[in-house]
C-alpha cells in the first residue's frame, strides 16, 4: 500500500505537467457546480437556519467526494495517480504566478491587476499598487502551495483517494462559502472551520519546508525562520500566515493585505522579480515536502 501510494503521487505530479482536463471533465469543476447548486437551493434567513443548511450542504458534498474516491481507491495505482492528478494544481497555480510577474515586468499594471483578480484572489484588485499586486501574488503562491499541492497529497498519503476528494471538495466549499458576510457568515462556517481543520498539518508543513528551501534557492533561511515563528499568526487564518510568513522572511519582504496583516514591517516593497524569486523557493519547497510526505508514509505501511 504504502509503495503503491507513493507511485500514484509521483504519477499525479508527473500528469500536472500536462495542464488541466477540460472544465467539463474535471472533478474540481463538478464540485463546484454541485456546491454552487446547493447555495440557490439555502433558504435560511436567520443564523441557526443558515448553519443548519451549511453543515448539511458541506456534509453530503464531503460524503460524496468521499464515495466517488472511495470507488475509484479500488482501481490499479495508476488509475488512482490519474484521479489525485485532477485534485492538485501545481502547474495551474505557478503558471498564474507568473502570468502576474510578466505583466507586471512589462509595466502592464492593468493586466496584472486583472490576471490577479481572474487567476488567484477574491478581492477588488482595482486600486492596488504595482508592489501590492506582486504581494498579492506572492501571497497567494504561498498558501496556495499548501492548499492546492501540499495538503491533496498529505491528505491522500493519510487517507488515499477518499480522504483526498474530501479534502479537495471542503477547500472548493471554503473558497466559495467561507466569507464573512451575512449571507455566508454561518452558511459558510462548518467547511471553513473543517478545512482549517484539515490544513493544519499541511500549512506548517509548507512553512518548514520553505524555511530549509530557502538556503538552497539562495535565500536567507534565518530570517524565513525567525519571520515565521514571530509572524505567523498574525493573519485571520490559523494556516494562512504559516507558508507566507516564511516565504516573507525568506524574501526580505514586506507582505501587507490592507486593513488584514503585515507580515515581515521590516521588509522592503515586493516588485515583478521578487515573483520570479518566490516561484524558485515554491519549487525547491515542494522539492522538499514530497519526498518527506513519501517517506514518511511508508516507513508506516
Same mark, same amino acid.
Given at each position: 500500500?504504502?509503495?503503491?501510494?507513493? !507511485?500514484?503521487?509521483?504519477? +499525479?505530479?508527473?500528469?500536472?505537467?500536462?495542464?488541466?482536463?477540460?472544465?467539463?471533465?474535471?472533478?474540481?469543476?463538478?464540485?463546484?457546480?454541485?456546491?454552487?447548486?446547493?447555495?440557490?437551493?439555502?433558504?435560511?434567513?436567520?443564523?441557526?437556519?443558515?448553519?443548519?443548511?451549511?453543515?448539511?450542504?458541506?456534509?453530503?458534498?464531503?460524503?460524496?467526494?468521499?464515495?466517488?474516491?472511495?470507488?475509484?481507491? &479500488?482501481?490499479?495505482?495508476?488509475?488512482?495517480?490519474?484521479?489525485?492528478?485532477?485534485?492538485?494544481?501545481?502547474?495551474?497555480?505557478?503558471?498564474? =504566478?507568473?502570468?502576474?510577474?510578466?505583466?507586471?515586468?512589462?509595466?502592464?499594471?492593468?493586466?496584472?491587476?486583472?490576471?490577479?483578480?481572474?487567476?488567484?484572489?477574491?478581492?477588488?484588485?482595482?486600486?492596488?499598487?504595482?508592489?501590492?499586486?506582486?504581494?498579492? /501574488? #506572492?501571497?497567494?503562491?504561498?498558501?496556495?502551495?499548501?492548499?492546492?499541492? =501540499?495538503?491533496? #497529497?498529505?491528505?491522500?498519503?493519510?487517507?488515499?483517494?477518499?480522504?483526498?476528494?474530501?479534502?479537495?471538495?471542503?477547500?472548493?466549499?471554503?473558497?466559495?462559502?467561507?466569507?464573512?458576510?451575512?449571507?455566508?457568515?454561518?452558511?459558510?462556517?462548518?467547511? /471553513?472551520?473543517?478545512?482549517?481543520?484539515?490544513?493544519?498539518?499541511?500549512?506548517?508543513?509548507?512553512? =518548514?519546508?520553505?524555511?530549509?528551501?530557502?538556503?538552497?534557492?539562495?535565500?536567507? !533561511?534565518?530570517?524565513?525562520?525567525?519571520?515565521?515563528?514571530?509572524?505567523?499568526?498574525?493573519?485571520?487564518?490559523?494556516?494562512?500566515?504559516?507558508?507566507?510568513?516564511?516565504?516573507?522572511?525568506?524574501?526580505?519582504?514586506?507582505?501587507?493585505?490592507?486593513?488584514?496583516?503585515?507580515?515581515?514591517?521590516?521588509?522592503?516593497?515586493?516588485?515583478?522579480?521578487? #515573483?520570479? &524569486?518566490?516561484?524558485?523557493? +515554491?519549487?525547491?519547497?515542494?522539492?522538499? /515536502?514530497?519526498?518527506?510526505?513519501? =517517506?514518511?508514509?511508508?516507513?508506516? +505501511?
Amino acid at each position: 500500500m504504502g509503495r503503491s501510494r507513493s !507511485a500514484a503521487v509521483l504519477l +499525479a505530479l508527473a500528469l500536472d505537467c500536462l495542464g488541466e482536463p477540460p472544465t467539463r471533465a474535471h472533478p474540481v469543476a463538478w464540485m463546484g457546480n454541485l456546491l454552487g447548486w446547493m447555495r440557490r437551493r439555502w433558504r435560511g434567513q436567520v443564523a441557526g437556519t443558515q448553519l443548519a443548511e451549511g453543515v448539511f450542504g458541506w456534509g453530503v458534498g464531503a460524503g460524496l467526494a468521499a464515495g466517488v474516491g472511495g470507488l475509484a481507491a &479500488r482501481l490499479p495505482w495508476y488509475v488512482q495517480g490519474a484521479v489525485l492528478k485532477t485534485l492538485l494544481s501545481r502547474r495551474a497555480l505557478f503558471g498564474a =504566478v507568473a502570468e502576474v510577474g510578466a505583466a507586471l515586468e512589462a509595466d502592464d499594471l492593468t493586466e496584472a491587476r486583472r490576471l490577479l483578480s481572474w487567476h488567484l484572489v477574491s478581492r477588488n484588485t482595482q486600486d492596488l499598487s504595482a508592489s501590492e499586486v506582486a504581494a498579492a /501574488a #506572492i501571497e497567494s503562491l504561498s498558501e496556495n502551495l499548501s492548499d492546492s499541492v =501540499v495538503a491533496p #497529497i498529505t491528505a491522500f498519503r493519510l487517507g488515499g483517494l477518499p480522504l483526498s476528494a474530501a479534502y479537495r471538495l471542503t477547500n472548493t466549499a471554503d473558497a466559495m462559502w467561507g466569507y464573512r458576510t451575512p449571507e455566508l457568515e454561518y452558511a459558510g462556517k462548518a467547511a /471553513a472551520k473543517a478545512d482549517d481543520l484539515l490544513n493544519l498539518a499541511p500549512a506548517r508543513l509548507t512553512a =518548514v519546508c520553505a524555511v530549509a528551501a530557502s538556503r538552497l534557492a539562495g535565500l536567507d !533561511a534565518q530570517a524565513a525562520f525567525t519571520v515565521w515563528r514571530r509572524d505567523a499568526r498574525l493573519t485571520s487564518s490559523p494556516n494562512a500566515g504559516h507558508p507566507m510568513s516564511a516565504f516573507a522572511g525568506a524574501l526580505g519582504l514586506r507582505l501587507e493585505k490592507r486593513g488584514q496583516y503585515v507580515l515581515n514591517p521590516g521588509g522592503r516593497e515586493p516588485d515583478a522579480q521578487d #515573483i520570479w &524569486r518566490a516561484l524558485r523557493l +515554491a519549487r525547491w519547497t515542494l522539492a522538499l /515536502a514530497v519526498p518527506l510526505l513519501l =517517506v514518511h508514509r511508508r516507513q508506516h +505501511a
